[in-house]
Every structure is written in C-alpha cells, then in structure tokens.
C-alpha cells in the first residue's frame, strides 16, 4: 500500500513538474553566424615579359624566268580549194535563156563572112557536159515527136542550126500574177539524190525563120538537170501547139 502511495505520489510530482516546464518560456538561442573562413589574396599576377616584334623579312625576289621562245604555229595541211556557192536557180534559168536567144545575134559582111557565130555557139556549148542527154522539138517539118541527142558533140549539132536557121530569137519565161504578186518569175528546183541540181520553168517560144522571115511561136516547159560540176546532163525542152505569128 505504501508503494503504491509513493508511485503515484511520484507521478504527480512528474506531471506537476512537466506542466511547470511547459508554462515557462523558453529563451531562443541567437543564431550562430558562421564566419566564413578568410580567403588568402592571391598575389597580383605579373604581366608577361612584352615581346620583342620581329624585323620584317625582307624576302628575296625569285629569280626572272627567261620566257621560253615562241613556237611557230604548224602549218596546216593543204586543203582543197573551197568551191564557190552555187548560183540560185533563177540566176541558172535566166543564163540558159539568154545565152540561147543570142544565137541569132551575129551578122554577115559585106564578103559574105559569118561575124560572130561561132563565138555565140561556143557560148552556149559551155553549159553542157560531154555526156548531156537532150531533148528537143523536131526541126524538120515532116517529123512527129520529139529528137533525142546524146553526147556534146550532137547538142553542139543542133545549137549550130538554131544559129544558121532562126533570127529574132525571143524565148521567155512566163509570168505568174495573182493577188498583190505582179509579173513574178516561177522557178521549181529540187536537190538530185546523186549531186547537183534540177530546176524547172515555163516558157513562151518565139522565133523567126532565117530564109523567110515567118514568125512562129508556142507555149513550152524546160527542165534542166546540172551536176555537180554546174554543167548540164540532161536537157528537156517542150514546144507545143506552135503557130505562126501573121500580120493582122
């Protein structure tokens, strides 16, 4: 009994002495600053030693390269000489015809002798190759159809007799007008697949007869094929419905 007087004696003087301790204000403790450690002062750094600048070098110049010596173009290789441009088709059909009409252009003397003839067929021949193909109207009056003449030597026959059989030669080209076009001068020409040229163009035929005088004339066609070489191979030339020309 008296232990249990005492215990709880004791524990009354425990709770009376924490109630005392709870009432009594506690003093706060001041906040212990903390001094940072003192930092040692580093010693001033001394500037680098100032460098001395360097002399300019002076460098020397390379020696003059002597210039190799100048070499001489090489010759080119000899070369054909460059063919000139070939004439224009009108250029060709204006020559054909104008070296034909002048074949009655020469005249006789007082003694009879031809004046120029020869000179007028030579003219013309020099348009055709040896091996020219022509064909012609007839010249002789009882024969139907055209003449064929193969060789130089045979168109070179029949220019002759155009000379000493025909005077006031005036073959023509036609003329074609159609809207603002007046008089223009149609020539077809074409590229042959073994070299040189074929042209084309109409014609009006006009010629008188040397032992008579009588006039004739017709409609035609001539085509021409030059080679390579601008001479011609092959001649074709159509006179049709040929009518004498009379006095009104």
């Not at 109630?19 to 930092?39: D, G, S, V």
């Not at 020696?63 to 010596?69: G, K, R, V």
């Amino acid at each position: 009994m008296r232990r249990l007087i005492v215990i709880f004696v004791l524990i009354l003087i425990t709770l009376v002495a924490l109630e005392f301790q709870a009432q009594t204000p506690q003093t706060p403790r001041p906040p212990q600053t903390k001094a940072p450690p003192a930092q040692t002062p580093k010693p001033p750094q001394t500037p680098p030693p100032a460098q001395t600048p360097r002399p300019p070098q002076t460098q020397t110049p390379p020696p003059a390269q002597t210039p190799p010596p100048a070499q001489t173009p090489p010759t080119p290789p000899p070369t054909a000489a460059a063919k000139p441009p070939a004439p224009e088709p009108l250029q060709l059909a204006e020559d054909w015809m104008a070296r034909l009409n002048n074949l009655s252009n020469w005249y006789l003397t007082f003694e009879g002798k031809e004046m120029g003839r020869e000179d007028l067929v030579n003219k013309m021949m020099e348009l055709y190759a040896p091996d020219v193909v022509a064909e012609v109207p007839p010249h002789d009056d009882e024969q139907i159809g055209p003449v064929i003449l193969r060789g130089r030597a045979n168109v070179q026959k029949w220019v002759d007799k155009i000379s000493r059989t025909q005077v006031k030669l005036l073959y023509i080209q036609r003329r074609q007008t159609k809207k603002q076009f007046e008089g223009t001068k149609l020539i077809y020409s074409t590229p042959l697949l073994w070299g040189g040229v074929g042209i084309s163009f109409e014609i009006i035929a006009a010629w008188s007869r040397r032992e008579d005088r009588r006039k004739f004339t017709g409609p035609g066609s001539v085509f021409l094929q030059y080679n390579a070489d601008g001479k011609i191979e092959r001649l074709r030339l159509y006179v049709r419905e040929i009518s004498e020309v009379s006095a009104l």
